[in-house]
């Protein structure tokens, strides 16, 4: 079985970005790790250079500045590197997600157990969303809280933009016209948390992420403060964190966050309270899903 990583990169240093430890943290799982570099000058590719690592393949690129919907440049990115992936299994890990090396073993017996079961063609995480601070998550269902990360590496897949993937089903006939349909892909769950530290980082560095990723959507989706939020959508973390971030941790995660106490409700935060007193009555799960878990 054969194991390629992958990721896509554009001011990595600029926007404080942990994607030397998530890269890290993934290496003693794959047998390479592909990452495409948008053109920068901030240091982000001689980084990425400087961690001399035999496993990781480069490939530069020139994004499109005219794609400003949906964050489809990012799928384009994002497909850049995984056309370059050779291996069985493609696992795509964003420059802000990090695996526990606790898990490493179970994920790599996942992979093993469904690599030759065809019906099974991707592989579901569950997340940690940290909020503001290391000892803070993200619970509300407005969150993904699984999201397919692993897709099999034979499969006519496209991105409509980072985050999740469909599959190219074969053309069929309705009536008289010739048409192709796409659909989520079948997964397991794999058992395995991925971390997300995006929202970790100091303020300074959420406002220009703020300021440069909105660019690329049609609408503003990333927030600047960590302080406008409503507090029924965060909750506590008590477990522990990768051994690879924890010296970022300590230089970008101890920060001071506090909530706005005059922050007002939206109909959204409203909308996922009422979702969150259901979930805790009858066990159901509003988020989004991006896959038909199978298995």
Not at 17 to 41: H, K, M, N, T
Not at 95 to 103: C, R, S
Not at 133 to 151: E, F, G, H, N, V
């Amino acid at each position: 079985m054969k194991i390629s990583c992958f990721s896509f990169l554009r001011d990595g240093v600029r926007l404080g970005y942990p994607f030397e430890e998530s890269i890290r943290s993934a290496l003693p799982l794959c047998d390479e790790f592909i990452v495409s570099v948008g053109s920068s000058d901030d240091g982000t590719l001689e980084r990425l250079q400087a961690l001399n690592e035999p496993k990781l393949r480069i490939i530069p690129t020139n994004w499109n500045e005219n794609v400003r919907a949906h964050g489809f440049v990012y799928a384009q990115q994002k497909m850049i590197a995984q056309y370059n992936c050779t291996g069985d299994w493609a696992f795509y890990l964003e420059g802000d997600e990090v695996l526990h090396e606790d898990d490493l073993p179970q994920l790599r017996s996942v992979m093993q157990q469904y690599l030759d079961r065809p019906e099974i063609e991707a592989l579901a995480f569950d997340y940690y969303h940290f909020w503001g601070d290391p000892q803070t998550l993200r619970t509300t269902s407005k969150m993904y809280r699984k999201a397919t990360r692993i897709i099999r590496n034979n499969l006519r897949v496209i991105a409509p933009d980072g985050l999740y993937w469909v599959v190219i089903k074969d053309k069929t006939w309705w009536g008289n016209r010739n048409k192709r349909r796409n659909r989520y892909p079948r997964a397991a769950n794999s058992g395995v948390r991925i971390y997300h530290y995006g929202d970790v980082r100091a303020d300074h560095y959420l406002a220009a992420k703020a300021d440069t990723v909105n660019q690329f959507w049609s609408k503003s989706l990333w927030h600047s403060s960590y302080s406008e939020i409503d507090p029924q959508a965060l909750g506590p973390f008590s477990g522990t964190h990768p051994a690879v971030i924890r010296d970022w941790l300590e230089q970008h995660g101890n920060h001071e966050f506090t909530l706005n106490p005059d922050y007002q409700l939206k109909f959204s935060d409203r909308k996922h309270r009422f979702l969150a007193r259901l979930e805790n009555r009858f066990g159901w799960d509003f988020s989004k899903r991006h896959f038909k878990l199978i298995d």
